[in-house]
Every structure is written in structure tokens, then in C-alpha cells.
């Protein structure tokens, strides 16, 4: 009987034991999660050259690069951590970090009012022309656009949940807003006829420029009060907001920006630079 008691013991303290083991850890804070598993996990969408996008001659977590990435891999080392690159579409890196999904989002952000109400967002780090906002269309079209008006009817593309959608609806209220996904599904829609043009950064424009004779940039540009872009964090999360914001001002500080932006600029100029849309 005792023998039987003792084993039903043994057997009830094993499987407490086992249950205690399987409960996942908790953390006051992402920053404590962070620093305790040694991973930040960071979500951003691969379509977007030279800020993020695929190397095709690397696989697995060295073949996203570009600016952004740059900036992770330093944000990362900084920490004394290891980087884990969360590739998904635009959208899904801003769900996933309302959720907690992933640590941080790194992904070409503007600062804007509905992002500040809904995260915390990184005091800005400077990408060059990545900070001018313009719209690329056919090159026979592109000199005739000079003035807001010029846009009125016209069907202009701009990425689902961008500040370029936004910057299209208030600066050119008369145009049409095509919503997209696919940044390169909808620069072949400008090529084709089907849309007059598309919003995007400069930086991304002139590469697009560069891989099609056919388009050009239209002269007019939409003005821009923050010429910055952020790092997004959940809303809360201060305690990482507060570590990336140190490691940004040293970045500044030590005047880095600059030449990440030429790496990456030219990295994405070569035959193995490929933007990559995430499907959900």
C-alpha cells in the first residue's frame, strides 16, 4: 500500500513537474524577454530596396539586407543579443508588433499621428533621399506634373498603411488612391498603362528608375515635416524604447547613416538585388 501511495506520488510530483516546465516564461517587458532569451526578433516587409530587401546569392536569415537590416545587426550587437529577421508584409509588421509577436519593427516608418497613437515610435535616424516622398509615372507623362492640380483624376497607386497613402489623401485630395501591397506588382501597373503613377520614397524610385528606361519622377514632391524615419515599438514597451533611442543618438553621433545608405544603395543597384512581397 505504501510502495502504491509512494509511486502515485512520485507520478502526480512528475507530472506538476512537467506541467511547470511547459508554461511559458513571462516577462515585465519585451526588453527583459529580450535580454534574457539573447534573441530580438524584428518583423519587416522585403520590398522596399535600399531600406530592406533580399540578396539572392545568400540564403536563410543573410539574405535580407539593406539599410534597415544594417540597422538591426547594430541595434542587436549593441544589446549583446542576436538578430532574427521576421519577414512578412507591410501590414502584418505592424500587427505583429501590436501583438507582441515580435519584438520591434524596422521597415522604413515616417512618424505620423496615428502610429504615435498607437506605438512607440524611435526618436528618428536619417536615410538621405529615403525622406523625400515623390510619385514615379511613365517618363512621356512625368515633366507635365509640376503642381498638385496636375495630379486631379489621376489614379495614383500607394502602399496599403504608408505614409505615402496618407500623404497621397491630404496633398492631392483630387486624385484617385489606388490601395496596393505588392510594390512590384504595382510599379509593372504604372509600366503597363493601368495606373498614371505610384507614390514611394525617392531612394525607392530611383531604383525603380533604374531597372525601367520608361519612368521617370515627376517634379513636384510631397511636402514632408519629418524627414525622419522610426524604429515601432509596442505601445508601453519604454523600457526598449528608451535602449534603441541611446543606441540611435550614438549612431548619430558617430555619423553612420551616411555610408550604410551607399552600401545599401548600391547593393541594390546589383543583379542580385530582389524586392520580396510576403503574402500573409
Known amino acids: ?9 512520485a507520478l502526480l510530483l512528475a507530472a506538476l513537474t ?10 515585465d517587458s519585451i526588453y527583459d524577454k529580450i535580454m534574457d532569451t539573447k534573441e530580438m526578433h524584428v518583423a519587416l516587409s522585403p520590398d522596399f530596396a ?21 540597422l538591426a545587426k547594430y541595434i542587436a550587437d549593441k544589446l549583446g543579443v542576436k538578430l532574427v529577421i521576421e519577414p512578412m ?7 505583429a508588433v501590436s501583438t507582441k509577436d515580435v519584438d520591434l519593427s524596422i521597415s522604413g516608418y515616417s512618424r505620423t499621428p496615428q502610429r504615435e497613437a498607437n506605438f512607440e515610435l524611435s ?8 525622406s523625400n516622398q515623390v510619385i514615379i509615372m511613365l517618363k512621356e507623362n512625368a515633366p507635365n506634373y509640376t503642381k498638385p492640380s496636375d495630379f486631379d483624376g489621376k489614379l495614383i497607386s500607394a502602399q496599403n498603411a504608408s505614409l505615402q497613402y496618407n500623404l497621397l489623401t491630404e496633398q492631392l485630395p483630387n486624385a484617385q488612391a489606388n490601395l496596393i501591397t505588392d510594390l512590384g506588382v504595382a510599379i509593372l501597373e ?5 495606373v498614371d503613377g505610384l507614390a ?15 519612368l521617370d519622377i515627376c517634379p513636384w514632391e510631397f511636402e514632408i515635416t519629418d524627414d525622419a524615419n522610426v524604429v515601432m515599438i509596442a505601445k508601453g514597451e519604454t523600457k526598449l524604447l528608451e535602449a534603441i ?4 543618438a550614438e549612431c548619430l553621433e558617430k555619423g553612420l547613416y551616411a555610408g550604410w545608405y551607399e552600401e545599401a544603395n548600391n547593393l541594390a543597384m546589383s543583379e542580385f538585388a530582389k524586392e520580396v512581397s510576403i503574402e500573409d
Not at 18 to 27: D, F, H, P, R, V
Not at 190 to 194: F, R, S, T
Open 123 to 130: 526618436d528618428g535616424y536619417y536615410t538621405n533621399n529615403e
Open 245 to 248: 533611442n541611446k543606441i540611435l
Open 190 to 194: 504604372v509600366i503597363n498603362g493601368q
Open 89 to 95: 508584409s507591410f501590414e502584418a509588421c505592424q500587427a
Open 18 to 27: 512537467l506541467a511547470g516546465c511547459s508554461k511559458e516564461k513571462t516577462y
Open 200 to 214: 514611394c520614397a525617392k531612394g525607392q524610385a530611383e531604383i525603380f528608375k533604374a531597372s525601367h528606361s520608361e
Open 1 to 9: 500500500m505504501k510502495k502504491t501511495l509512494a509511486l502515485c506520488m
Open 50 to 70: 535600399p531600406m530592406e530587401f533580399v540578396d539572392t546569392s545568400k540564403t536563410g536569415q543573410d539574405q535580407y539586407v539593406g539599410f534597415d537590416v544594417t
